[in-house]
């Protein structure tokens, strides 16, 4: 019988969850009626058809079609499945050589027709940009507020685009405004809102960029014109990144925003607006003025890697005092909101990290035989899951057509049903074993065999790395750098106040791959230690 896997996907909070089990409802009919037998489902909930790369299922679905775990994909419809010409023809040579099919609803899906309609699809998508931006041109055009939240209002329910304001909020923007007008920094400011526990806007806490902004993108609290009754639009533009598939945000230079007069939202005077900007303008040119200029320099090796050990946030550039570059949680810095604001050298934790690293990756090929032997008893569960849930859901269907019979019998023959009464409770209970067992196996294929083409570029990049690091070159923009990167997620910093200890602990790519945590961790007293949950070396120091 040809196993088939079912594919369902909705894009929006705003459409019911429902959809996809109505989906999954109609596949398993259709599949019934074509003779085929489903071995398992995949789902994204609230997520755009747009980049295959951001949605977990289709990954998912794509991993288990490596595995050979069955013959079709079947969806209700291929916008489902793809709305990017891109997704569908690499998924689809991927799929054409694994010998695995599309079908629909309405039938197989070809070469000719699966690429029209993948560009249906991708149009369609196109399009209602276009027609959303002429909608929300015309709510400005109205008066009223073209979308996103703005602190200090609520929006009016029953009337799409006005807003009216939440008096206990507006209080807080007039005590913001007055505070840096009368000289406290957007840092101070956010600080003591915290310690007086007020709500931010989003998030658990206030930051100094939440109320200082961004000139260029002209947001932020301070920047924010609806404050003095006018609404501004289109101060931003949103593009999709070819790579990702991510929306990322751009400026829109001042001469393509759109203004409208809205006095009825005004929170502060114009005098109080005047004074904060004067401020802004202020000091922005003292610190260009003071700005002493510096070489530029290479991109450290770590950057944007390094977590702070008490809060999991970022940790940031502290100053280059006494020449000696520190490094600081950027959460105690912007927000208060962390207790542990130890500054510590930077060159510190880079020697502790890549020290270790050096040392552990002297025999990389113990890690990988590891990976291999992980990857190898993966695989066999996975095609052992795909066995039984197939007969699991065959019996499943079996114990519903009882249940039928049997109730048929009852309302339409008139049988006593205190006679079948038995063998109902017998079949029910069944059937929720089976529903258990199939959760479970569901559960069990979240963890996904890594490709071999994954094994080998990480033995690459581990041989690659060990050879690079005996040396005192720090910078990030060579092959060393680009290693480091490819094999390291993050390096969590663990520095405790009024301490003189140091530890680090590193956290490679390969636990998110394997979903199973893999550390090594170093102290400035020279000890090393790898642990994790799940994760146990094959050999000692590795």
Not at 228 to 238: A, E, P, Q, S, T
Not at 525 to 539: M, Q
């Amino acid at each position: 019988m040809i196993r088939a896997a079912i594919y369902a996907r909705y894009s929006s909070d705003r459409q019911k969850d429902r959809s996809i089990e109505d989906q999954i409802a109609l596949l398993r009919e259709m599949c019934a009626r074509e003779g085929m037998a489903v071995v398992s489902t995949f789902e994204d909930r609230q997520i755009s058809g747009g980049g295959a790369i951001n949605r977990p299922g289709f990954q998912s679905l794509m991993r288990a079609a490596e595995a050979q775990l069955f013959d079709v994909i079947v969806a209700e419809d291929m916008d489902r499945l793809f709305r990017n010409q891109a997704d569908y023809h690499t998924s689809r040579e991927r799929l054409d050589f694994l010998g695995i099919q599309i079908h629909t609803a309405s039938g197989k899906v070809g070469k000719l027709d699966g690429s029209l309609r993948a560009l249906m699809g991708e149009m369609f998508i196109e399009n209602l940009v276009v027609h959303t931006r002429r909608g929300m041109e015309g709510v400005l055009r109205d008066g009223r507020h073209a979308g996103g939240r703005a602190y200090g209002y609520r929006a009016i329910a029953g009337k799409p685009g006005e807003l009216e304001i939440v008096e206990a909020e507006a209080e807080v923007v007039r005590r913001i405004f007055a505070e840096y007008v009368g000289g406290k920094s957007p840092r101070d400011i956010a600080h003591d809102l915290n310690k007086t526990a007020i709500a931010p806007p989003r998030g658990e806490s206030w930051n100094a960029s939440t109320i200082n902004g961004n000139l260029q993108r002209g947001h932020g609290l301070l920047l924010n014109e609806i404050y003095v009754g006018k609404i501004v639009w289109n101060k931003v533009r949103m593009i999709k990144n070819p790579t990702t598939k991510r929306r990322i945000s751009r400026p829109n230079p001042p001469d393509q925003w759109r203004v409208a007069e809205a006095p009825h939202l005004r929170i502060i005077g114009n005098d109080l607006w005047q004074a904060a900007q004067a401020r802004k303008h202020q000091t922005r040119a003292e610190a260009g003025a003071s700005a002493k200029p510096r070489p530029h320099k290479q991109r450290r090796i770590l950057a944007g890697l390094l977590r702070c050990g008490s809060c999991g946030g970022s940790m940031v550039s502290a100053g280059d005092r006494y020449g000696t570059y520190r490094i600081q949680c950027s959460t105690f810095r912007e927000s208060g909101k962390c207790s542990n604001g130890r500054r510590v050298k930077r060159d510190d934790v880079e020697h502790l990290a890549l020290s270790g690293m050096q040392r552990e990756l002297a025999k990389p090929a113990y890690l990988v035989e590891y990976v291999k032997a992980y990857n190898d008893e993966r695989r066999k569960l996975a095609r052992d899951a795909g066995s039984q849930r197939g007969k699991l859901e065959r019996r499943k269907g079996e114990i519903a057509r009882e249940l039928n019979r049997a109730i048929d019998a009852i309302v339409k023959a008139g049988v006593d049903p205190a006679t079948l009464a038995g063998t109902i409770k017998r079949l029910e209970a069944e059937r929720d074993e089976i529903e258990g067992k199939l959760a479970a196996i569901k559960e069990s294929d979240k963890i996904i065999a890594l490709h071999p083409a994954a094994i080998e570029r990480y033995r690459q990049d581990l041989e690659k790395l060990a050879g690079l690091l005996p040396r005192p070159d720090l910078g990030d923009g060579d092959e060393l750098g680009e290693s480091v990167r490819r094999l390291i997620s993050a390096v969590i910093v663990h520095a405790p106040p009024n301490s003189e200890k140091l530890e680090v602990e590193i956290r490679g790519r390969l636990e998110e791959l394997l979903e199973a945590p893999t550390f090594m961790r170093r102290s400035g007293g020279g000890s090393l230690l790898v642990a994790g949950e799940g994760l146990e070396p094959p050999t000692p120091g590795l």
